[in-house]
């Protein structure tokens, strides 16, 4: 079964830092993109970060220079370091799967497997 | 960057009932849109990839079209299990992706 679980999230101070990992199975990590999408409560969807299958990584401006998006291929995990927290990262974490459906000229994705979530909050 | 609105914020609806739910672009994506749905609790779920394509296991009740700037989510034959949130996606901007701000649907 192809599945995603997130692990990691929970109460932290403001400044601080948390690792959140995502185990796969049923598929390979490295073989995708994937990537963190956060919610913050009552609030909509808001894109994080990316690596890619090359292993580019792509961060939103929200969280530059303070996210890292990582992987480990051996435990076919993906990780996500946050530093310099702040109240404003407070948020559910789901980590997902970027699905290629092909196309031209420009190619087709969609986020086709999520994990159930971690809680972050940032509170002193 | 490129910014997606959705409207309406929010709508109530009967079972039954066909609804619509729109999605604008700041900006041409031409067909780089997917919609999503979320129910309380749960992680969003793919509906409708590359606008118009039905991801597979997505009952046929769910539609999309568009193209450019605006886009539509259709559902016909609304069903209990169908009140949740949309958010509709753009991917034009690959790896900058973007959400809209969400649409939730309730029972009337």
């Known amino acids: 079964e192809v599945q995603l679980v997130e692990s990691g999230g929970g109460l932290i101070q403001p400044g601080g830092s948390l690792r959140l990992s995502c185990a796969a199975s049923?598929?390979?990590?490295?073989?995708?993109?994937m990537s963190w999408v956060r919610q913050a409560p009552g609030k909509g969807l808001e894109w994080v970060s990316v690596i890619y299958s090359g292993g580019s990584t792509y961060y939103a401006d929200s969280v530059k220079g303070r996210f890292t998006i990582s992987r480990d291929n051996s435990k076919n995990t993906l990780y996500l370091q946050m530093n310099s927290l702040r109240a404003e990262d407070t948020a559910m974490y789901y980590c997902a799967r970027w699905h290629d459906y092909g196309g031209s000229p420009w190619r087709n994705y969609g986020m086709d497997v999520w994990g159930q979530g971690t809680t972050v909050t940032v509170s002193s | 960057d490129i910014q997606m609105t959705q409207s309406p914020s929010s709508l109530s609806a009967s079972v039954g009932d066909r609804v619509t739910i729109t999605c604008r672009a700041s900006?041409?994506?031409?067909?780089?849109l997917n919609w999503y749905q979320q129910k309380p609790g749960k992680a969003p779920k793919l509906l409708i990839y590359a606008a118009s394509s039905l991801q597979s296991g997505v009952p046929s009740r769910f539609s999309g079209s568009g193209s450019g700037t605006d886009f539509t989510l259709t559902i016909n034959n609304l069903q209990p299990e169908d009140f949740a949130a949309y958010y509709c996606?753009?991917?034009?901007?690959?790896?900058?992706?973007?959400f809209g701000q969400g649409t939730r649907l309730e029972i009337k």
């Open positions: 049923g598929f390979t990590v490295s073989n995708n993109y």
């Open positions: 900006q041409s994506i031409s067909s780089s």
């Open positions: 996606q753009q991917h034009y901007s690959t790896p900058q992706i973007t």
